[in-house]
Nanobody, 125 residues
Framework: QLQASGGGLVQAGGSLRLPCAASGRTFSTYVMGWFRQAPGKEREFIATISWAGTRRYYSDSVKGRFTISRDNAENTVYLQMNSLKPEDTAVYYC????????????????????WGQGTQVTVSS
């Protein structure tokens, strides 16, 4: 089970940090990812991180502004979002892929087995 939080209303240029807490004993073997979906748009990949955090991959739309990290001792993955823009407004979802290998990352949403409920991020101009 995944529980994302930390969303809210922020002005353009501001920052937010989204935690996603996972239950279960196998979090450290999940490839984790963040996606977002804006109204009227398809779900979009944002970032992914390997088991030990040694590999990370970002979409071009957030590269250099967002950072994904994880704390396996706390069963939590984070998305640090800086320099936010109005076009970042969306519902943000965390997801877990339990079929990856130790140094893999996952970009396709179809690879993910578990999804959080989403948290709303609104960026005002």
């Amino acid at each position: 089970q995944l529980q994302a939080s930390g969303g809210g209303l922020v002005q353009a240029g501001g920052s937010l940090r989204l935690p996603c807490a996972a239950s279960g004993r196998t979090f450290s073997t999940y490839v984790m990812g963040w996606f977002r979906q804006a109204p009227g748009k398809e779900r979009e990949f944002i970032a992914t991180i390997s088991w030990a955090g040694t590999r990370r991959y970002y979409s071009d739309s957030v590269k250099g502004r967002f950072t994904i990290s994880r704390d396996n001792a706390e069963n939590t993955v984070y998305l640090q979002m800086n320099s936010l823009k109005p076009e970042d407004t969306a519902v943000y979802y965390c997801a877990a892929d339990d079929n990856g290998v130790s140094d893999s990352v996952s970009v396709e949403s179809e690879r993910y087995d578990y999804w959080g409920q989403g948290t709303q991020v609104t960026v005002s101009s």
